[in-house]
C-alpha cells in the first residue's frame, strides 16, 4: 500500500509559479514511475507530466511543456511539480499517482495509487 499527500497548491496569478510536491509513504515510492494529472471542473482528468523511476527521463503535456518541470527525490520519497508562466487555463485540482501499469504514461488507468489532489487557482 502507497500512501500520497500533495501540498503546495494556492492562489496565484497569470505568470506567477508554484511548486507542487508529493510525499509517498510506503518503500516502493523509489520503484516505480510517477505521474501528475490534473481535473478541471466538469472535466475530465488529464495527463500533465510523468518521470521514470531513476528521474532520467520525463514527458509532458503539450500544454504545459517549456512550463512546467517534473522532478524526484528518491532519498525523500517525495516528486515535484515546478509550474512556472501559469495561466488561468492550468486551475484544476493536480493529483500525483504512483504507476504500476504498462498502457502507457499518459493514460490514468495506468496508475494504482493516488494522492488526495490539491487545488491550483490562476487568476487573469
Known amino acids: 500500500q502507497v500512501q500520497l499527500v500533495e501540498t503546495g497548491g494556492g492562489l496565484v496569478q497569470a505568470g506567477d509559479s508554484l511548486r507542487l510536491s508529493c510525499a509517498a509513504s510506503g518503500r516502493s515510492f523509489s520503484s516505480y514511475p510517477m505521474g501528475w494529472f490534473r481535473q478541471a471542473p466538469g472535466k475530465a482528468r488529464e495527463f500533465v507530466a510523468h518521470?521514470?523511476?531513476?528521474?532520467?527521463?520525463?514527458d509532458y503535456a503539450d500544454s504545459v511543456k517549456g512550463r512546467f518541470t517534473i522532478s524526484r527525490d528518491n532519498a525523500k520519497n517525495t516528486v515535484y511539480l515546478q509550474m512556472n508562466s501559469l495561466k488561468p487555463e492550468d486551475t484544476g485540482v493536480y493529483y500525483c499517482?504512483?504507476?504500476?501499469?504498462?498502457?502507457?504514461?499518459?493514460?490514468?488507468?495506468?496508475?494504482?495509487?493516488w494522492g488526495q489532489g490539491n487545488q491550483v487557482t490562476v487568476t487573469s
Open positions: 518521470i521514470i523511476v531513476n528521474g532520467g527521463l520525463t
Open positions: 499517482a504512483s504507476r504500476r501499469g504498462t498502457y502507457g504514461p499518459t493514460s490514468p488507468h495506468d496508475y494504482t495509487y
